[in-house]
């Protein structure tokens, strides 16, 4: 299946040097969310996807943004001269006996499942995707015969004033035989006031031609909308969020409020989830049963076994969390931290490249660095694991059942053996045998008749 998708406007209602389809919606670029529909759409028909995507301004940049992903052709408009300019730019690398489905860079939100429609509504004709909204300014309006069939479509600076009053808007989205599209795109003119080449004008020729032609109406015109400028990419945005927050609550997720949760990537929850107020995901984040998310946490590529508890202000990142665990509140979990069951990581905790063994416990104030921890080890508040010396990191061993007093430091690389005990304050830099009580700090002193600097008198 041929898939155009035009990203060759510059965007100048942005206010930005980024090119438009290159602003992110939900931590991705515009273009990407239109890209994951092609796809989507040519899968679920069993064809093979031919994705050709028009660029303009900035489209060296557009196209390295997406350098890494196969299947994708890009050509160029220049200068750019309207919608139908544009996909005559794609016409040389089309598959004649395929269809072609003309989608937009900047319009993200539409599903795969509405154009997998309008494809079946089209037949061997002309389909096109319209929406009925209730203020349509600024859109093509949908001019129907007395039959109700499409005869054209006519654009706002062109309408006339009973046309301006058709609800029934163009979305711009349409899918049509190949070979038709092409002859279509060589008769268009420039006779309007933009002097462009409107690829709406398509819908004329095929309807003079005696081309079927169906519009399909959206079944949610926000599917339809597109991103002009700054306010209209948030209004996108807020679409995005409540749409996947509806998801998550039918897979068996509770949200504080529905409206105060972002995801930026995917996240999967399992059963009887319940996510507070003010929560952000990014990558891939995998929530188990049970799991309870506090409230203002990040999580980006995440994985949290069931039962597990993250309280507020936590920051997870690129780390695996056990079932029946605690985590925070104010805690960091950085990637390569990977805790098993019943870990309790607590505030101002902070654990990077480390594994911290079943029930061992970081509750107050700690950094544990390129460790890895035993189980049922206890790090006291104010511990740290001194594992970098300026120039490389280095890593060490807590064994199973060790006691760190407080305020102790661990200077890597060392060795802790099991059962062993640490008394608070201590530096410890060589290796701490087994089972023993092991102290490593200055003996204390006590000056006796000693007095405080006082403060100089003033002039």
Known sequence: MNLVILAAGRGKRMR???????????????????????????????????????VGHGGARVAGAFAGEAGIRFVTQEPQLGTGHAVLQAAALLDDAAPTLVLYGDVPLVQADTLIALVRAAGDGVGLLSARVPDPTGYGRIVRDAAGAVARIVEERDASGPERSIDEINTGILVAPTPRLKSWLAQLGNDNSQREYYLTDVIALAVREGAPVAAFIAPDASQTLGANSKSQLAELERTFQRRSAEHLMQSGATLADPGRIDIRGRLSVGADVFIDVGCLFEGEVVLADRVRVGPYCVLRDATVGADTEVAAFSYLDGCRIGASARVGPYARLRPGANLDDEVHIGNFVEVKASHVGRASKANHLAYIGDAEVGPRTNIGAGTIVANYDGVNKHRSRIGQDVQVGSNTVLVAPIQVGDGATIGAGSTVSREVPPGGLTLARAPQVTIAGWKRPAKKAGP
Do not use: C, E, F, T
């Not at 969310?33 to 989507?40: E, G, N």
């Open 16 to 54: 930005s040097d980024l090119p438009k389809v290159l602003h992110p919606l939900a931590g991705r670029p515009l273009l990407a969310h239109v890209l994951d529909a092609a796809r989507a759409i040519a899968g679920a028909l069993g064809l093979p996807a031919n994705i050709i995507v028009v």
